[in-house]
């Protein structure tokens, strides 16, 4: 069994070593460079090793283990684009760096590549492996607008919130184990199990994402601390703290949210104020505890020896510990 960091080691190694031959290369620098700037590379990690827990050479499926982190980092691409956003990952974004229509035209041919990287497959796995990965695609899709329409409703509720980054972030995850269990020939039901696991950890990624925007180091998290707040994203944090503040705590959100005009840290600072006062931040804790937990209890439960299913174990830790 390869560790989550020699697994890492492997999937960057072939991303560094992806060609990228065709004309005119200035369609492909943003997408080659986008690839380059790190991040966790969760998606091909769990995909690998989830394969890794019935096959001992997860490196025969490199090429769409990085075919999804080519998709995953397309829909960043244009998240970036819709939210505006200038900096990922500590650098800027495409359409800063070039301009918004290079962002679009790169990353749809990101999306392309993402196809054609994927198919690298046994012939008696491609139906399989491109319904999951194309349902997929449809259901973040999905997701993304669920959340743009989400800004402009005032009644978003949290079951609301948790499907839509259900959609928009866990079923990625999700497709990642369970096309590894697919290639490795798991059991339909263990193939299914980590469905499921993939669904769990993603929901606590996500919102652990939505407490470090509030509460991470930037230096750390790689882009500025209270993007949600100035934008009034309707996060986890966001919608609870309406359902739980006393009446002057809510009056002073509904007064940020509504502001035209402010100064960006003066609204982080006051936002993340009335969030310590209501106790948001312990109680979006304990979800991502609660997440992590069914996780835990889903790998209990898929049917390999306990001693192959240590490294993802130590894996989902390290995803719970994480800091950015």
């Not at 070039?98 to 041919?109: E, F, H, Q, V, Y």
Request: proline share 4%; charged share 30%; hydrophobic share 40%.
């Amino acid at each position: 069994m390869k560790t989550s960091n020699e697994i890492l080691k492997l999937v960057n190694e072939c991303l560094s070593q992806l060609p990228y031959e065709r004309k005119p290369k200035s369609l492909y620098e943003p997408v080659e460079y986008v690839l380059s700037l790190g991040g966790k590379r969760i998606r091909p990690v769990l995909m690998l090793m989830g394969y890794n827990l019935w096959r001992e050479d997860p490196e025969q499926i490199l090429m769409p283990a990085v075919g999804l982190e080519t998709y995953h980092n397309y829909t960043l691409l244009h998240d970036d684009l819709m939210d505006n956003a200038d900096v990922r990952r500590g650098y800027p974004t495409v359409h800063r760096k070039w301009d918004a229509n290079k962002a679009i035209l790169s990353g749809d041919s990101m999306l392309v590549l993402a196809y054609q990287r994927m198919q690298q497959v046994p012939a008696d796995k491609l139906p399989a492996v491109l319904e999951l990965f194309t349902e997929t695609a449809l259901e973040i899709g999905e997701g993304q607008e669920y959340d743009m329409t989400f800004e402009t409703r005032d009644d978003v509720t949290e079951a609301e919130y948790i499907e839509m980054i259900r959609l928009k972030t866990s079923v990625l995850l999700a497709c990642a184990l369970k096309m590894g269990a697919l290639l490795a020939d798991a059991p339909q039901e263990d193939a299914d199990r980590l469905y499921r696991l993939g669904e769990q950890v993603g929901l606590a990624f996500q919102l652990q994402d939505d407490l470090l925007d509030v509460y991470g180091d930037p230096k750390v998290f790689g882009k500025a601390i209270g993007g949600d707040i100035v934008s009034n994203k309707k996060t986890y944090m966001l919608i609870n703290a309406f359902l739980r503040a006393n009446d002057k705590q809510r009056q002073a959100l509904t007064r940020w949210i509504g502001a035209k005009t402010f100064e960006r840290d003066v609204k982080v600072a006051e936002v993340t104020r009335l969030y310590d006062q209501i106790g948001i931040r312990q109680l979006c804790e304990q979800k991502i505890n609660y997440y992590f937990q069914q996780a835990s209890q889903t790998l209990s439960e898929v049917n390999v020896p306990d001693e192959r299913k240590a490294q993802l174990r130590q894996y989902m830790d390290e995803l719970l510990h994480r800091n950015k």
